[in-house]
């Protein structure tokens, strides 16, 4: 599980996450919603140690991740697959060689590397990629080998940054599929930040609505349309200031 | 609280580098593979920059000994201000700044917009240290390369500066030869070598520590990557004074 127990986060004086607490239960997919720059992706990279909070803790299965040292570190994010907004592939690395990096130090035998290698640019439904760089893809593409990246090492957790941002509604929609389809086939722990409410109700277990750097809201899908916050319904309404 | 000058965060940026590049050399297996690649791209692809130099910094040393010599002494010790300069000052210092134009600038930008693009934190995510993957296989090749370089500019700065006494100075082959031998000491070649190794070592260890410090898009990435440049050719001017201090 894993936990955010408070959590503060300030940049120079401008205070991004007041003090963030909830949890994100095993199994499931919990959404994070949220205006753009609201901290959603601050707040995701703090589960793998990419940032550290000011006050407060990140807990994963009990560990508080700003207390690991780096071997700890390496060994939680070994557990975790990170989807990040801009799929982040290695442009100098091909599709293939981006899932090795990600292998190499979790599998030796070189069979059992090419056979997940494989598996996983099957289940984004790009099979044929896989000796292509990165520039020679589109944006869509990019994101789905950015997901076979985070689901070749067979994570426990998926953290997924705007899975959907900036595609069109045919591949968003296959995009929620394969999210759904990794939960089902790999029965992983996903936390998905997004503010496509499109997306987050057709995937989400549980949503959680961040505003001004604290939780406004959380509940599953039905308890979030039937909110009669202002702020929730303002968000979910998509009505302006 | 008053903030730390310029010079003393440059300093503590070095000296934080130099000792996090030291815990990743320990991660073999992160940096070695990529050695090979890092010094075709640093160093081989550089070499006909640094020979264009060496070819003009030849002509130019022999005519200007020429000048200076003529009515006062025989001339030739062209040969000899030709070797002994191109060898011990010239062919290091001139090519270190041309590299820390090429290679500095190269290492920075690629780091720097590996930065602002996400992939040094995938790296992270991925549990690779970007010091290790990053960093070391770059200040390796780095150090490794720029001696090599620095020799090959070396030998075509001596052979311009021949070519250019046989021809348009009143010397001849045998003359250039016997001035080049006359004052030359094997430590002429070793200091200008062991002087390349340290600035190759310096550019790269700079130019990694501005590509992981961008931030801010491609105005971050131009940003640090002229300092990575201009504080590539600082640092090779003050090791230069630094190994002529220690070393002559």
Redesign the interface.
């Known amino acids: 599980m894993i936990r955010f127990d408070n959590v503060v986060k300030r940049f120079s004086d401008r205070v991004v996450l007041g003090g963030v607490s909830f949890d994100v239960a095993d199994g499931g997919t919990t959404v994070l919603l949220g205006r753009s720059g609201s901290g959603k992706s601050v707040l995701l990279?703090h589960v793998?140690?990419?940032l550290s909070p000011d006050d407060g803790a990140v807990l994963v299965d009990d560990r508080r991740v700003a207390d690991l040292d780096?071997d700890g570190l390496?060994?939680l994010?070994?557990e975790?697959?990170?989807v990040?907004?801009?799929a982040?592939?290695?442009?100098s690395l091909t599709c293939r060689e981006n899932l090795e990096?990600?292998l190499r130090?979790r599998v030796t035998d070189p069979g059992e590397i090419d056979r997940r290698i494989d598996d996983a640019l099957t289940m984004v439904r790009l099979p044929d990629v896989a000796g292509r760089y990165p520039a020679e893809l589109s944006g869509g593409m990019r994101k789905r080998v950015g997901i076979a990246?985070a689901v070749v090492?067979r994570p426990r957790y998926i953290l997924w940054d705007e899975p959907t941002t900036g595609l069109d509604p045919v591949t968003t929609a296959t995009m929620d599929e394969m999210m759904l389809q990794v939960r089902r086939e790999l029965g992983v722990t996903s936390l998905v930040v997004t503010h496509d409410l499109s997306s987050a109700f057709k995937i989400a277990d549980r949503l959680v609505l961040l505003h001004e750097g604290t939780i406004r809201a959380q509940g599953t899908p039905d308890e979030m349309r039937a909110n009669p916050d202002p702020v929730v319904r303002q968000f979910i309404e998509g009505r302006p200031e | 609280m008053t903030s730390a000058s310029p010079f003393s965060r440059f300093v503590t940026g070095i000296g934080a580098n130099t000792r996090a590049a030291t815990r990743a050399i320990s991660d073999v297996?992160a940096w070695a593979p990529q050695v090979v690649t890092q010094m075709a791209r640093l160093g081989v692809a550089s070499i006909p920059i640094a020979l264009f130099i060496a070819v003009f910094t030849g002509v130019v040393l022999a005519l200007l000994a020429s000048y200076i010599f003529t009515g006062a002494v025989p001339l030739y010790f062209v040969g000899a201000l030709v070797g002994k300069a191109i060898m011990m000052e010239l062919g290091p210092v001139l090519t270190g700044m041309a590299l820390a134009g090429r290679v500095g600038a190269n290492i920075a930008a690629e780091i720097g917009?590996?930065k602002v693009?996400?992939?040094v934190?995938?790296?992270?995510?991925?549990?690779?240290?970007p010091r290790s993957y990053l960093v070391v296989p770059r200040v390796v090749a780095a150090t490794l390369m720029f001696p090599v370089v620095t020799a090959f500019a070396i030998g075509v700065g001596v052979v311009s500066g021949w070519i250019t006494s046989v021809n348009l100075l009143d010397l001849s082959t045998v003359e250039f030869e016997k001035g080049l031998r006359v004052f030359y000491q094997f430590k002429d070649v070793w200091f200008g070598l062991l002087k390349s190794a340290s600035f190759g070592f310096a550019v790269a260890l700079i130019g990694c520590r501005h590509g992981l410090a961008t931030h801010g898009g491609a105005e971050g990435v131009g940003r640090q990557t002229t300092r990575a440049v201009a504080e590539g050719c600082m640092a090779i001017l003050v090791l230069d004074a630094f190994w002529a201090v220690v070393l002559l």
Do not use: P, S
């Open positions: 990279k793998v140690g990419l780096e390496a060994g994010r070994r975790i697959g990170y990040f907004q801009f982040a592939l290695f442009d990096l990600a130090r990246r090492m | 297996e917009t590996m693009t996400e992939q934190d995938a790296l992270e995510t991925l549990a690779w240290d």
